[in-house]
């Protein structure tokens, strides 16, 4: 089975604000899969440590159930103050093709947002086709500078 984008269209993410959001996966196994090698995964992740989770896993029941979980469908239901859509806050959006990722952000704009807010912690491997789609995650100014001198956006993991 494929792995899939749920998307939401509404959150209470006090970061972002009121936004679509995206989870990868309908299956626990392919969130995990996408997250497998992060150095975050285990210890310091806020998605495993925290309600995202859970909130994923009520979902994952849903879409089992037939619920639509489309970015069409969360676009749709998103409050028109929303200004971005943010993709894989759960999971790693490297499993995704360029193309699916870019498809998401072109549908976004043509919704009239201004873009969308990724993420990927495998900016030198498996999450390299998204330059320029996400933001590389990096646990150090280091990295990120180093990223950045690489033509990457880049936003560094500190201690919460």
Partial sequence: MKTQMLWVPRSKNTKTGDIPQGYVGQTRKHVRDSCTGCPLQEDYCYYYKGSAQMAHGNMMKKNKEGKDYSITAAIKGSVRSANYIRAAVGGDPSVFTRQEVQ??????MRAG???????THFPHTKGSHLKGLALASTESLAQ???LMDQGWLAAVTVPY
């Fill in 144 to 146: 990120a500078d180093l």
């Fill in 113 to 119: 947002f201004k873009g969308m807010i990724a993420y």
């Fill in 103 to 108: 498809g998401w952000r072109d549908e976004a």
